[in-house]
Nanobody, 115 residues
């Protein structure tokens, strides 16, 4: 059974930085794509960034230049480095992994940005 465990969320002021980690219970190259989504209160879950097995990276426009997704295959971990945080980045951030047959989600980690 695949498990994704996020960590690194917290409380930060506007302009600050956080690094989220997503540790997978198996080789991350078993997945076609891994990435980060977020869900703010009262809103739908939305894409933040993804990285596919070939290393292609995609960012949603509103995080380009501020967030960086990366992976460490030795640690089976995907990271999301967030800088220049804004209050509108406040959300629960979820790690996701997509294989040929299904997708998987972590439990989420809360990021709160205060002004």
């Amino acid at each position: 059974q695949v498990q994704l465990v996020e960590s690194g969320g917290g409380l930060v002021q506007t302009g600050g930085s956080l690094r989220l980690s997503c540790a997978a219970s198996q080789n991350i190259f078993n997945f076609n794509t891994m990435g980060w989504y977020r869900q703010a209160p009262g809103k739908q879950r939305e894409l933040v960034a993804t990285i596919n097995v070939g290393g292609k990276i995609t960012y949603v426009d509103y995080v380009k230049g501020r967030f960086t997704i990366a992976r460490d295959s030795a640690e089976n971990t995907v990271y999301l480095q967030m800088s220049g945080l804004k209050t509108e980045d406040t959300a629960v951030y979820y790690c996701g992994a997509w294989s040929h047959t299904r997708n998987y989600w972590g439990q989420g980690t809360q990021v709160t940005v205060t002004s």
